[in-house]
Structures are given as structure tokens and as C-alpha cells.
């Protein structure tokens, strides 16, 4: 059941599509439900756009590119600032809408607010620092211009385990570069993206700028999207899988792409670590948002000495956590995004223990309504099991040994993917060592937790190409022009 609050939150909500500064009914006639995950109760129906709508949305945005394009960056940053102080007197309602739509626990919900919105504070002073360069060439003979312009119309796609926080990392930077975009949220949450729409209206975006379609047909709507020769550029936040098959489509119009894709993160704890600080940083990288995070620490790489006493205090810790509505008082552990989740989650497990592992706690799927997974410890796990080649994102901790560094650097990179990593060790030289062997994108050299706005987002190896957030971040949706002029004294 909804509560009356939920449900004055949820009327709030748009059920339509953006488009061209537009509410809209979709051309489909068809509608889509949004469920929560907890319950399994439709929440709220919307708009399920069709190919036709997908094509006036780029209409609309191809149409507003010269304008932004050429407003000036004060005025872009100022829309962004504006937007961040809105969302900062609704952020109880996004923290909540969050927890109805994907099932994260309030508490964490209200972190991705936060985390989320950073991005639009962070790139409204990121747009008037966009820069450039002049200067005499080697040879005398004459200026060298280096100029930054907003690389065009921009497709951007986002996936549902961070509702907020995926659709600001991209919307932010395009904004603040002068580009316009087509976005398409996920179809299980797609009502944090219209809702957010409603605050960049507000803080006076001009109409076409973005444009919102959310379908059930995501590859129906965007192949058509990609092709269309007015497209300049892709962003995609999702599973290595479709980010390749984009790719793919991609490079028949040579867009400019960035792709935010899976992950297999290894944690690894050396003998040395201060055990209460990776015990702790390991509840964060593992459970945070259900482990439904492509940051989540998917393999716990421990030395041989210490793995017991790193099992048993990291079991401890789990067996206190509370599942259950992520509404709910000191819920830390909320629903799975959906039956197939758990099913992953459950196969993995059964899995590892047909091969040997041991569970310390959990394993088992919550019978009633909601997709629950208990979260769960496993020992033991052997080489060769599902649990450390997939992406595991679900609540479900795996525990390997090594015995030295070369072996840690063997096994944290014996796998396809390269996004984050995380080290704890107390030796200095050790830690440096392994920022340059381990291949991945981002460290946690003794956190467990990194992401920040201000920092450059993203992945090597089948992890994805480009970066989000930092000053890298606007780069992406920002196109390098070179000038040269004669020198003007000869
Ligand atoms: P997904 O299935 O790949 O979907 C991501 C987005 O792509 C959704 O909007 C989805 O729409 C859309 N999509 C799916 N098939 C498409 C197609 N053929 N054409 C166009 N769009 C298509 O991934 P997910 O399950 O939502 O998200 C989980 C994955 O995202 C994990 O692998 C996770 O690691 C990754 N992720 C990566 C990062 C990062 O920054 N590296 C951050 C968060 C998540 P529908 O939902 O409507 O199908």
C-alpha cells in the first residue's frame, strides 16, 4: 500500500513525455507501470513513448542546438545552480521517489540526493571555465587559436540502480557545454528523471534543450535516434553487453561516444590492513544500494592469514542488517530491482556452493511479496565459479584468498572488466605499487567507497570508455577547434 504521502508525491510526478519544453501524450497510445520493487504495487502509469515520439524529441533538440549552443555559459551555469538549490528543497520528495521506484533504503536514497545533485553544482561552475588557448606557432609564422565548442545534439541513456545521480552526471555536463540532449531513463525508474525535468523548467532551461522519452521499446526508440545524421553524441550508463551493441550502432554516424559500463571490482586486504577500517569498508562497497551498483565490490580478495578473522567480522556485521521496505525504520537492506535479480543472485550462490563454498549467512531469497535476496557471505568460493567472472549486483559478499602481492595482482585482474578497485594495506610503497598494476579505472586505496563529482567517473578494459564528472567530465560533450591566423606583425 502506498501511504497518503507517497501518494501526494506521486501526483506530483509528470506521466507524460518532455518534449520541445512540452508535456506530452506519447503517439503509441500505450501506457507503461512503474512498480515498486518492495511490494510489487503499480506505483504510477506514464507515457510509454513510440519510434515517432523518439524522432520529435530529436526534432526538438536538433532545433534548440544553435541557441544554447550560443547562450552564454554564465547563463547555462547560473540554470544548472538554480536547479541544485530547487532539488535542495525537494530533496525529501527525490529521496523518496528514489525508495518507491528502485527499493534503496531512505537513508541511502537521501545520499544519492545529495551525490546526485553535486553534479549539478559542480558543472554550473564547470561551464564558465571552458577555456581554451592562443599562442604564437614554433615557427614564428603565425597564431595558433585552440577553442572548446558544444559538440551538438546528444543522446543519453541511463540505467535504474541510480536514478538521480546517472541522470544529473550526464544532463549537468551537457548543459553546462551548451548541448542539447534526447535522455531515456530506465523503464523500471523512469519517474526521478521526469521529476527532475520539472526543477530544470523551473530554474528557466529553454524549451528543447532536453527532452525526455521513457519507453518500454528502448531499442525500438533508439535505433533510429543513433542513426539520425543530427546526432553528435552518445552517453550510455548500463550493462557491458548493450553498451557493445551501441557501439556498434554508433559508429555508423562516428559519434562521439562514452560508455559507463559494468564492473567486477576486486577488494583486496593485505595482512597489514587495519582490519576494522576493510571490515567497514567493505560493508559500504558491498551493500550499499543492495549491491546494485556498478561499483560494488563483486570479489574479497584476502590474504591467507587473515581471511577467517576478515570472514567472521564482516558475518558479524551482516547478520545485524535489517531487510525490508526501504521506508522503513533502520531498513539497511531493501528489495532487489526485480525477480530476475534475485534469481542471478540465488543461481551465483547455488553455484559457488556446488563447488564448494561455504555460506556464513543468508543465501536464500525471501519468500512473500517484494524481490528480496538476504544478504549473504560465501567462503571458500573456488577458482572457475560464476560468482567471480559475473556481475554479481546483489547483496552477496565472496570471500577468495591469496598469498602474496603478485598473486592479489593476478586475481584482482583476471577479469574482462576494469572499473574500480579497492586496497587496503597500511604499506606505503605497496599502495603505489598497485595504483599502476591493477587494471582498473579508479582505486579505493583504504576506502571503500570513492565516487565524487568532482572526480573523473569511469572504467577500462569492458568497463567503458570516457570519463564523468571532474573537469574531465564536460570535456565529453565539448568538441577541440583548432585555428590557425597569420602572424599579425609580419
Ligand atoms: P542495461 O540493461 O544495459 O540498461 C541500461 C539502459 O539501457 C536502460 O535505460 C535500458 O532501457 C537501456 N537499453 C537496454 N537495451 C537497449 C537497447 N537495445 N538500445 C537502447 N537502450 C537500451 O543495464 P541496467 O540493468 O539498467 O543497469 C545495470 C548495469 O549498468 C550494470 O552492468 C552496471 O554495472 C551498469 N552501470 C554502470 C555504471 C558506470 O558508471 N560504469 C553505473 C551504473 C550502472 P530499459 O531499462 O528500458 O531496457
Not at 503509441?28 to 503499480?42: C, F, I, M, Y
Not at 502509469?45 to 555559459?73: K, N, Y
Not at 559500504?284 to 561499483?295: D, I, P, Q, S
Not at 602481492?405 to 584482482?412: C, I
Request: include cysteine; proline fraction near 5%; aromatic fraction near 6%.
Amino acid at each position: 500500500m502506498t501511504s497518503a504521502t507517497e501518494s501526494a508525491l506521486l501526483a506530483k510526478v509528470p506521466d507524460t513525455l518532455f518534449i520541445g519544453g512540452a508535456w506530452v501524450e506519447s503517439t503509441s497510445g500505450r501506457s507503461l507501470d512503474v512498480q515498486d520493487p518492495a511490494t510489487g504495487v503499480v506505483i504510477k502509469t506514464i507515457a510509454d513513448a513510440s519510434v515517432e515520439d523518439g524522432a520529435r524529441a530529436m526534432d526538438a533538440a536538433a532545433e534548440a542546438q544553435e541557441s544554447w549552443g550560443a547562450t552564454p555559459a554564465r547563463v547555462r551555469g547560473e540554470i544548472l545552480r538554480k536547479t541544485f538549490d530547487l532539488l535542495q528543497e525537494r530533496k525529501e520528495d527525490f529521496a523518496l521517489l528514489m525508495t518507491l521506484e528502485m527499493g534503496k533504503p531512505l537513508s541511502e536514497a537521501r545520499g544519492e540526493v545529495g551525490y546526485g545533485g553535486e553534479f549539478l553544482r559542480w558543472f554550473s561552475e564547470e561551464a564558465v571555465r571552458i577555456g581554451g588557448h592562443y599562442g604564437a606557432n614554433p615557427e614564428g609564422t603565425g597564431r595558433m587559436i585552440v577553442t572548446h565548442l558544444p559538440v551538438g545534439p546528444s543522446f543519453l541513456i541511463t540505467p535504474w540502480n541510480f536514478p538521480l545521480a546517472m541522470a544529473t552526471r550526464k544532463i549537468a555536463p551537457a548543459i553546462a557545454a551548451g548541448c542539447t540532449m534526447v535522455v531515456k531513463p530506465a523503464a523500471l525508474t523512469p519517474l526521478t528523471t521526469l521529476y527532475l525535468a520539472t526543477l530544470l523548467e523551473e530554474a528557466g532551461l529553454p524549451k528543447g534543450v532536453l527532452n525526455i522519452v521513457t519507453t518500454s521499446k528502448s531499442g525500438e526508440l533508439s535505433s533510429p535516434i543513433i542513426a539520425d545524421p543530427r546526432l553528435r553524441k552518445l552517453s550510455f550508463t548500463g550493462s557491458t553487453p548493450v553498451g557493445v551493441s551501441l557501439l556498434k550502432e554508433a559508429a555508423n554516424g562516428v559519434l562521439r561516444t562514452s560508455m559507463e559500463l559494468g564492473g567486477n571490482a576486486p577488494f583486496v586486504v593485505f595482512e597489514d590492513a587495519d582490519l576494522d577500517a576493510a571490515v567497514d569498508g567493505a560493508m559500504l562497497a558491498k551493500f550499499r544500494n543492495v549491491g546494485e551498483a556498478c561499483t560494488a565490490a563483486n570479489r574479497f580478495i584476502v590474504h591467507e592469514s587473515i581471511a577467517d578473522e576478515f570472514a567472521i567480522r564482516v558475518t558479524e556485521k551482516v547478520k545485524a542488517m535489517k531487510i525490508g521496505r526501504g521506508t522503513e525504520d533502520g531498513v539497511t537492506i531493501g528489495p532487489l530491482i526485480n525477480a530476475a535479480a534475485v534469481k542471478k543472485a540465488s543461481d551465483l550462490v547455488d553455484d559457488a556452493v556446488a563447488r564448494g563454498a561455504t555460506v556464513l549467512t543468508g543465501g536464500s531469497a525471501l519468500e512473500g511479496e517484494g524481490t528480496f535476496y538476504e544478504p549473504t557471505v560465501v567462503s571458500g568460493v573456488a577458482a572457475g565459479s560464476d560468482i567471480l567472472r559475473e556481475e554479481i549486483f546483489g547483496p552477496v559478499l565472496s570471500i577468495i584468498t591469496f598469498t602474496d602481492e603478485a598473486d592479489a595482482v593476478a586475481k584482482a585482474n583476471d577479469t574482462e572488466y576494469g572499473l574500480v578497485s579497492y586496497v587496503f594495506t597500511k604499506d606505503l610503497a605497496r599502495g603505489q605499487r598497485l595504483i599502476e598494476s591493477i587494471q582498473t579505472g579508479m582505486m579505493g586505496l583504504n576506502v571503500g567507497v570513492l565516487s565524487n563529482a568532482a572526480a573523473p567517473f569511469g572504467g577500462v578494459k569492458q568497463s567503458g570508455i570516457g570519463r564523468e564528472g571532474g573537469s574531465e567530465g564536460i570535456g565529453e560533450y565539448l568538441e577541440t577547434k583548432y585555428v590557425l591566423t597569420p602572424n599579425p606583425f609580419a
